[in-house]
């Protein structure tokens, strides 16, 4: 076959596709923190009546603890300027969060009591929530991390009670009930007394006590672990979280994707932490440290195996590490404002852009559209296919070959196929062909980080190849 080469050099400032019906851009009456709801049997996240919300998440778990107001301000414009639309923090915070004030020296309780929290301390919280809804930034909230309530590691101390901890729901219900905000209970620790599912679902009751159910909720696990596992079946949880965490690379994480795709009640799944860019692999740096590709491998594998979004982190950046301030945690070795502009962090915007750009919420996984032979390893393809039939996305982290058998596409008769460049955003053309038959398709680049996705189009949308066009 012969291969037309078209490049397209990507923006510099994150724009999203045009989603035709599906995707209006928002107005002052329609804010984009209007309210986020899951519709029952869906996979995805609805955003007003005729929005899909593709989540692309960043974790800056001690956002409100370690910064000042402008350098919130700072962060938060230059993960909107790459196509981040949630950033994940959290009220009470890891490291010494309820005895080691803020930039401003305020603590966030009153005598480590959740049922007083400080007022100074929240108009600071306060701040930053607002900020980022100036940027179109939903705050991924979480309202204390787990060593609060489960203190199987770190500082602590345990202060919640089942009694205290709706007390202290309902308050942060009330104060946020109108912003921007998702609520995203757990922080890193898993339930395992009857005590500790006492507590969080006190807390999930006080949330919506407090703000009517007007905002969404979820639980942020421990590593290894799934949301689903504790909590699928109560109604507070609208959506799921896994941590697949820093341990490995290669770590097959749309394994538990697939797990809670094929769960009932159906509900949308995220990986909410997956390897983080920069960080030591499993914590040890003579291993080395996870790049740019081991971050883009996870975020392809997950949102193609049936994921609502992805959120993406970076070592230095949930800490917030600054040698000026504060000592390295676990092996950090980068100022956090430049690690701000990592490979990584620029790349996750691409995700979002080519998703966007087609109706993403209609994809199915579907291993079975990939006749090769397809090695269980760090190169291994993940493909997904729309339920109406009409257009595929694959992705071959290591760029070996895809052979995809074009039949399935029966509504297309005429497809449209080009390459999309997960690296740079870039995309090139490889033609029109008929959607018949199986055909081999080869990316211009080989090897371990040379990813590439391809996707194939009905040519007559008015989406159809919406990366080739300027």
Known sequence: MRYLLFLLVAATVFV??????????????QPSWQKLYVIKDKRFISQGADRIFFWLGDTAWELFHRLTREEADLYLKNRADKGFNVIQAVALAEFDGLTQPN??????????????????YFKHVDYVVDKAAQYNLFIGLLPTWGDKFNKKWGVGPEVFTPENARIYGEFLGRRYRNKNVIWILGGDRSPETEAHYKIIRAMAEGLKAGDGGSRLITYHPQGD?????FFHQDSWLNFNMYQSGHASRDKKNYVMMRQNYNMFPVKPTLDAEPRYENHPINWKPEQGYFNDFDVRQAAWWAVLSGGAGHTYGCHDIWQFFDPNRNPPISFARTHWRQAMDLPGAYQMGYIRRLMESHPW????????????????????????????????????PYGRPLQIDLGRLTTAPRLLAYWFNPRDGRSIRIGELKNEGVVEFKPYAAGPGTDWVLVLDDASKTWAGYGLKK
């Open 103 to 120: 930039q401003y020296g305020q603590l966030p309780l009153v005598n480590n009591d959740p049922t007083q929290p400080n007022e100074a």
């Open 225 to 229: 672990a799934n949301s689903a596992a």
């Open 16 to 29: 999203s596709g045009p989603n035709a019906q599906a995707q209006k851009s928002p107005t002052a009456a």
């Open 361 to 396: 919420w209609r994809l199915m996984p579907d291993q079975d559209l990939i006749k090769n032979k397809n090695t269980d390893d760090g190169g291994y393809q993940v493909a997904a296919i729309s339920e109406d039939s009409d257009f595929l996305l694959a992705y071959t």
